[in-house]
């Protein structure tokens, strides 16, 4: 149980990620970035950044809805980026790569959108990031994030208890994410005075 425990949770927060594993469920992955991507209402913005862009699967449509914008797909893992770069190109479609830790990333550019489908869920401090990454865009721009919020699901609560009640705990400990995303009405609160 313990082996099967840790290859779960070792895919479920790697080091690094596997592009092609990645892909394999991509059609399923895209549906909640394109939901996203249709609410956010600018007409035609100038700077956009696609914050945890995996594959630039996402980062593509959003060059495909403003060809004009300049757009930079960030992420931080490299296998990731090099995928992208392969599948996606850059400057030939006016894309660009940058390498970073979400959590410690900022523009180089105020942007009039900072896009996220399905990445800070990974990342920590949520309360310091959202209100720093709010400040940076431009006055009428928009902060757009969306994350799974699938964590008290039975397959994840299971998986809570088996780690918990075994004598692995200790070294299971580290890959477990027990509450990554917050309610609602936190994030609101957390946003509001922005």
Not at 35 to 59: F, Q, S
Not at 114 to 138: G, M
Not at 161 to 182: D, F, M, N
């Amino acid at each position: 149980i313990a082996r099967a425990l840790m290859t779960f949770l070792e895919q479920a927060m790697p080091s690094d990620w596997n592009p092609p594993q990645y892909l394999r469920y991509n059609n399923e992955r895209i549906r909640a970035a394109v939901d996203l991507l249709e609410r956010v209402d600018l007409e035609a913005p100038e700077v956009v950044y696609d914050l945890g862009c995996g594959t630039g699967n996402t980062t593509a449509l959003l060059k495909q809805r403003w060809p004009a914008a300049q757009i930079t797909g960030v992420d931080s893992s490299p296998a990731m980026l090099q995928q992208a770069e392969a599948d996606q190109g850059a400057a030939g479609r006016g894309l660009r790569w940058q390498h970073a830790d979400l959590a410690h990333w900022a523009p180089d550019t105020p942007p009039d959108l900072l896009y996220s489908n399905a990445a800070f869920h990974w990342v920590d401090q949520q309360e310091k990031i959202f209100p720093r990454l709010l400040e940076t865009v431009k006055p009428g721009g928009v902060l757009a994030v969306q994350m799974p919020n699938f964590f008290g699901a039975p397959r994840h609560t299971a998986l809570l208890e088996t780690v918990r009640a075994g004598g692995w705990y200790e070294r299971l400990q580290p890959y477990l994410r027990e509450h990554p995303v917050w309610e609602l009405s936190e994030y609101y609160g957390l946003l509001r005075p922005s």
